[in-house]
Protein backbone atom coordinates (compact mmCIF):
# COMPACT_ATOMS: atom_id res chain seq x y z
CA UNK A 1 0.00 0.00 0.00
CA UNK A 2 1.30 3.66 -1.06
CA UNK A 3 0.38 6.17 1.61
CA UNK A 4 1.20 9.44 1.68
CA UNK A 5 0.56 11.87 4.59
CA UNK A 6 0.93 15.58 4.88
CA UNK A 7 -0.50 18.38 6.87
CA UNK A 8 -3.10 20.62 5.85
CA UNK A 9 -3.01 22.85 9.45
CA UNK A 10 -2.72 22.64 12.79
CA UNK A 11 -4.44 24.41 15.69
CA UNK A 12 -3.39 23.49 19.38
CA UNK A 13 -3.06 19.70 19.25
CA UNK A 14 -5.67 19.04 16.52
CA UNK A 15 -3.67 18.24 13.15
CA UNK A 16 -5.94 17.96 9.71
CA UNK A 17 -4.01 15.23 7.91
CA UNK A 18 -4.59 14.54 3.95
CA UNK A 19 -4.14 11.16 3.49
CA UNK A 20 -4.16 9.39 -0.18
CA UNK A 21 -4.06 5.21 -0.26
CA UNK A 22 -3.41 3.37 -3.34
CA UNK A 23 -2.38 0.27 -4.25
CA UNK A 24 0.48 -0.30 -6.88
CA UNK A 25 -1.24 -0.96 -10.36
CA UNK A 26 -4.68 -1.01 -8.39
CA UNK A 27 -7.62 0.42 -9.88
CA UNK A 28 -9.17 1.76 -6.15
CA UNK A 29 -7.48 4.66 -4.15
CA UNK A 30 -9.36 6.92 -1.49
CA UNK A 31 -8.62 10.04 -0.21
CA UNK A 32 -9.55 11.18 3.38
CA UNK A 33 -9.16 14.60 5.61
CA UNK A 34 -7.96 13.10 9.41
CA UNK A 35 -8.34 15.30 12.83
CA UNK A 36 -6.33 13.68 14.81
CA UNK A 37 -5.57 14.82 18.66
CA UNK A 38 -4.06 12.42 21.13
CA UNK A 39 -6.91 11.00 22.18
CA UNK A 40 -8.36 9.44 18.50
CA UNK A 41 -8.22 10.40 14.62
CA UNK A 42 -11.90 11.22 13.40
CA UNK A 43 -12.52 11.18 9.66
CA UNK A 44 -13.82 14.24 8.31
CA UNK A 45 -14.14 13.40 4.45
CA UNK A 46 -13.13 10.31 2.52
CA UNK A 47 -13.56 10.42 -0.86
CA UNK A 48 -13.24 6.81 -3.36
CA UNK A 49 -11.42 7.19 -6.68
CA UNK A 50 -11.93 4.34 -9.61
CA UNK A 51 -9.69 4.10 -12.72
CA UNK A 52 -11.95 4.45 -15.61
CA UNK A 53 -11.46 2.98 -18.87
CA UNK A 54 -11.24 4.98 -22.25
CA UNK A 55 -14.96 4.47 -22.94
CA UNK A 56 -16.12 5.12 -19.46
CA UNK A 57 -13.60 8.63 -19.28
CA UNK A 58 -15.19 9.48 -22.95
CA UNK A 59 -18.92 9.43 -21.24
CA UNK A 60 -18.20 11.05 -18.28
CA UNK A 61 -16.61 13.85 -20.15
CA UNK A 62 -19.14 14.25 -22.98
CA UNK A 63 -21.86 14.05 -20.16
CA UNK A 64 -20.17 17.28 -18.27
CA UNK A 65 -19.10 19.09 -21.52
CA UNK A 66 -23.36 18.86 -22.38
CA UNK A 67 -24.59 19.81 -18.15
CA UNK A 68 -21.55 22.86 -18.85
CA UNK A 69 -23.75 23.88 -21.90
CA UNK A 70 -26.73 23.92 -20.47
Known sequence: MDDAMSSIS???QNKFIAC???TVGGTDASLSIVETNQFKALTHLSLSFRKANDEQLKKSLAEKLKDARH
Do not use: D, E, Q, R
Request: charged fraction near 0%.
Open 20 to 22: FNS
Open 10 to 12: GAG
